[in-house]
């Protein structure tokens, strides 16, 4: 599956996103405590641009009345509907078992490995004889 170099990790600092286009699709790239996830910017629910809406903790209760935040910038809130997603799953927090955001699949790599490859160019000799440029085959 092709490889896309997407950001540097600096120009994503933690409990932020940065929206890129790889081969035509919207992906919000999330760092989540130093943690790289891929979110497609589009709410299954009804297709607003979901990783530009907010970036929230989790609310939850025990009793009526009570509720307390968990999880401190992990979900992502869908700017048209106020849908929650959870960044490190894509599950929807209204309907876990049946909504879903599209997920791919983000790693963070040295450049000195995307920049050395496994590439290595054909090289030929080349003199300079008496003011000619000659190359040897």
Known sequence: ???????????????????????????????????????????????????????????????????????PGEMIRCPWHCWEFDITTGKSLCDPNSMQARMFNVEVEPGKDLVEGPFVAEAV???VEDRYVVVTM
């Open 125 to 127: 000799e080349v003199s």
């Open 1 to 71: 599956m092709p490889r896309h170099v997407v950001a540097r990790v600096d120009e994503i600092p933690a409990g932020t996103c940065k929206i890129v286009t790889v081969r035509g699709r919207e992906i919000g790239i999330f760092n989540v405590k130093d943690s790289f996830y891929g979110l497609i910017n589009r709410c299954p629910h009804q297709g607003a641009p979901l990783c530009e809406g907010a970036i929230v903790s989790r609310l939850v209760s025990s009793l009526p009345g009570e509720y307390g935040l968990s999880r």
